[in-house]
């Protein structure tokens, strides 16, 4: 509960920095890269829908008060939800900092610092994986050695970092893992995996 909680007071502070044009987290000499492309149409649509939703129950819900005003906070809720979402994606971007660190980020629901010094390889490997946003794959037999993070948005992965020695990641609701291999996707892959490659130590 305290997570869900800080990831409601996070996405309301997203949200205040998308109206003020502002990011998190990017210093100057950083390079941000966006990873929202995958997802922004899926985000409008799921908005308008939900603005449809709301008004058509407004309209059918009038004759029953309580019903109406339960219904009219929910929609109201799921509305500000979507939004706080996305904004969190835009104003959280990926960071490539100017030390040759790389910060992966989704929001205010996933954030993964990774040391220059820890970057073995970077390359564009574009995949296109089913299933949720954060998934890992352990390896057998090897510990943590070879074990693979997949960072999931709009289905696809575009950027495959290998990593010196495994690094531990936090879930969304709080578990734990440890991976060598992190795959995430970036709007203008090529472009992160040049400007990390020329700030590696």
């Known amino acids: 509960m305290r997570r869900l909680l800080m990831h409601e007071v996070r996405g309301v502070g997203s949200l205040a920095r998308w109206v003020a044009r502002r990011t998190h987290g990017v210093r100057e000499g950083d390079h941000a890269a966006a990873y929202t492309g995958p997802q922004t149409a899926m985000m ?3 908005l308008f829908v939900s603005v449809v939703e709301t008004v058509v129950l407004t309209v059918l819900l009038t004759p029953w008060p309580l019903v109406h005003r339960i219904m009219l906070v929910l929609d109201v809720y799921t509305v500000l939800a979507v939004l706080a979402l996305h904004a969190g994606c835009v104003t959280r971007p990926h960071v490539a900092g100017a030390d040759g660190s790389l910060r992966i980020r989704y ?6 610092l990774i040391a220059g010094e820890q970057i ?15 998934q890992f794959t352990p390896s057998e037999g090897q510990g943590d050695d070879g074990s693979v993070l997949d960072l ?8 495959r970092v290998e ?5 531990t990641f936090v879930r969304p609701l709080g578990r734990t893992g440890r991976a060598q291999v ?9 472009e992160l995996v040049r400007v990390l490659r020329a700030t590696r130590p």
């Open 163 to 167: 990593l010196t020695e495994p690094v």
């Open 44 to 46: 409008y649509g799921l």
């Open 120 to 134: 073995a390889s970077v390359r564009v490997e574009r995949r296109y994986p089913s299933g949720g946003l954060v």
């Open 152 to 159: 999931v948005v709009g289905s696809q992965t575009s950027v």
């Open 107 to 112: 929001g205010a629901l996933f954030d993964l």
């Open 182 to 190: 992190v795959r995430f996707h970036a709007d203008e892959a090529e």
